[in-house]
């Protein structure tokens, strides 16, 4: 299996990239038959070690759990973050690795932000 690709596997339906040539994940090959064996490899490799349904509702249910203590959704928009999930404190600044989610991390303490 190439050490240059990624899979993402979930809730929605699974994505596979080729991280040389597309490294901002923009081309989803999980369709291409070209790509298949590797989407076959991926996805036992993956399976040998949990499954992914599993970690996948864990991941959520871990994720109800930071937002409820954080005060809800709505808290968390108030302090600045576009998305629910609160970006860790220590995080700060601009970002802007080519993907759509691209932007800025606020401060939720300093509705300014911060660099």
């Known amino acids: 299996m190439p050490a240059d690709w990624h899979q993402y596997a979930g809730d929605y339906e699974n994505q596979l990239f080729d991280l040389e040539n597309d490294p901002h994940e ?66 700060r600044g601009d970002f802007d690795d080519g993907a759509a989610s691209a932007g800025k991390i606020i401060d939720p303490h300093n509705q300014v932000g911060t660099a």
């Open 26 to 91: 923009r081309v989803n090959l999980i369709h291409d038959p070209a790509t298949a064996q590797v989407a076959i490899e991926m996805s036992a490799a993956l399976r040998s070690i949990c499954d992914p349904e599993v970690v996948n509702a864990q991941a959520f249910n871990d994720q109800a759990a930071i937002i409820e203590k954080a005060g809800g959704e709505q808290a968390i928009r108030r302090r600045g973050f576009v998305t629910p999930m609160p970006v860790p404190d220590d995080v």
